[in-house]
Nanobody, 118 residues
Framework: QVQLVESGGGSVQAGGSLRLSCVAS????????MGWFRQAPGKEREEIAEISPNGGTAYASSVRGRFTISKDGTKNTLYLEMNDLKPEDTAPYYC????????????WGQGTQVTVSS
């Protein structure tokens, strides 16, 4: 079992920045694929970024160039740096982990809310 706890959400104005964190605990004897997802009300869940066990990254077109995913193995922490935020980025954000990069992921956090005002 892996437990994931997100933090760092909040309210910002358009053009602002936030950094989300996701601390992993539990069975961490292997390197997992980690991802960030969001699901705005009335919309489908969207995978916005992922980082593979070997460090490769991928982004949804909606956030590419504005968001950066990274991880610190020494702290068992996943990050999402979000810049130039837009009102359409408003959603709860979830981190997730699995043995391979394949949705649906096995382990999920409880989410952290990001609200961007115009």
């Amino acid at each position: 079992q892996v437990q994931l706890v997100e933090s760092g959400g909040g309210s910002v104005q358009a053009g602002g920045s936030l950094r989300l964190s996701c601390v992993a605990s539990g069975n961490l004897d292997r390197t997992y694929c980690m991802g960030w997802f969001r699901q705005a009300p009335g919309k489908e869940r969207e995978e916005i970024a992922e980082i593979s066990p070997n460090g490769g990254t991928a982004y949804a077109s909606s956030v590419r160039g504005r968001f950066t995913i990274s991880k610190d193995g020494t702290k068992n922490t996943l990050y999402l740096e979000m810049n130039d935020l837009k009102p359409e980025d408003t959603a709860p954000y979830y981190c997730a982990a699995d043995y391979v990069c394949r949705d649906p992921f096995l382990y999920w956090g409880q989410g952290t809310q990001v609200t961007v005002s115009s």
